[in-house]
Structures are given as structure tokens and as C-alpha cells.
């Protein structure tokens, strides 16, 4: 998995999914910080990333451009990073089917209790 991390998840997070992850970056790590999702979208295209955010508007995007790159929206986490990690990490087996080899679907949410 190559995970392009929106700028409304934490930076904090890569490190609880690197151990997981071919690749995790986190927007600020590629100036990408306060640029408009597309410009977030076409990076993660141009560079085999898919996108892990909280932001919906991305499901736009999916529809009206396809995919690659898939996107994995997660509601309610507005929960330390610590809890997204651990919400994550046990839903990695469906994160990688999805992320897999999988080409039905471009977005896939998630949404903690």
C-alpha cells in the first residue's frame, strides 16, 4: 500500500502505518499543505498513491475522474491519533483488500463508533 495522507488526518499517523505500508507521506511532507484536493488527487495519480482523508469531497472526485487513486474516507475521527491508528490497523485486512488488486470500487468509508 502507498498512502498520500490528506491534510485533515495528522502527520502523526504515518508512523503508526509505516510498519503496514510499502509508503506512507503525509501532505506537508511534499508542500502539498493547504492545496485544493485536486491538486492532492492528481499527485497521488501521478504517483501511484491512494488517499487517506476525512474529507468526503473526495468521493466527487472518484465519481467524475475514476480512479486510480482510490480513497479511503473515515468519519467521526475526530479522536486522538492514537485511536485512529488502532481503528485503522484493525481494519487493515479490508483496507488492503481494498487497496488490493480490487477494481470495482474507487472509495471506500470508514467510520468509527
Known amino acids: 500500500m502507498r498512502l498520500l495522507l ?5 502527520w502523526r499517523l504515518a ?5 503496514h505500508c ?3 507521506l503525509h501532505v506537508r511532507d511534499i508542500q502539498l499543505d493547504s492545496s485544493p484536493d485536486t491538486t492532492i488527487w492528481r499527485y497521488a495519480r501521478q504517483y501511484g498513491y ?13 465519481l467524475a475522474d475514476g480512479f486510480p487513486p ?3 474516507a473515515v468519519q467521526n475521527a475526530q479522536v486522538p491519533v ?3 491508528a488502532g ?6 485486512p479490508q ?8 477494481t470495482e470500487f474507487g472509495f471506500l468509508q470508514l467510520r468509527l463508533p
Open 82 to 84: 492514537r485511536d485512529l
Open 6 to 10: 490528506d491534510e485533515n488526518i495528522s
Open 70 to 72: 482510490r480513497v479511503v
Open 95 to 102: 483496507i488492503e483488500t481494498f487497496l488490493g488488486e480490487q
Open 87 to 92: 481503528f485503522l490497523l484493525a481494519r487493515l
Open 50 to 62: 491512494d488517499v487517506l482523508t476525512k474529507d468526503e469531497d473526495f468521493l466527487r472526485l472518484v
Open 22 to 24: 510499502a509508503m506512507v
Open 15 to 19: 508512523a503508526y502505518l509505516r510498519p
